[in-house]
């Protein structure tokens, strides 16, 4: 069993940026896949960024690329990882999650990641 856990949201202005944590800890071994996802009020979930544990590729949905830049640090079985964003927009407000799996089918199939935690509520404010 994973445990994912994230935090570092908060209310920030237009132009701001925020950088937010995310941890796994337990059976890591079986993870090959974290990413971050969202979900705004009356909207359905969407992808941010995810990448391959292991090292290879990171993939950035549309809304993230050339703004949010995801990094990971790996240490005996605990994996710690940040979504750092840049140049906030009002529509980037939403509660952010944090996910963990395999990803057997790519990195933009969220049905990949199993383990997730309970999200962190980002606002932005113009």
């Known amino acids: 069993q994973v445990q994912v856990a994230e935090y570092g949201g908060a209310s920030v202005q237009a132009g701001g940026s925020l950088r937010l944590t995310c941890t796994a800890s337990?059976?890591?071994?079986?993870?090959?896949?974290m990413g971050w996802f969202r979900q705004a009020p009356g909207k359905e979930r969407e992808r941010v960024a995810t990448?391959?544990?292991?090292?290879?590729?990171?993939?950035?949905a549309d809304p993230a690329k050339g703004r949010f830049t995801l990094r990971i640090y790996q240490e005996r079985g605990n994996d710690t990882l940040w979504l750092q964003m840049d140049r906030l927009r009002p529509e980037d407000t939403a509660v952010y999650y944090c996910?963990?799996?395999?990803?057997?089918?790519?990195?933009?199939?969220?049905?990949?990641?199993?383990?997730w935690g309970q999200g962190t509520q980002v606002t932005v404010s113009s």
């Open positions: 996910a963990a799996g395999k990803c057997p089918t790519g990195l933009r199939d969220a049905s990949g990641f199993v383990n």
């Open positions: 337990g059976n890591t071994w079986h993870t090959h896949c």
């Open positions: 990448m391959y544990v292991g090292g290879g590729s990171t993939s950035y």
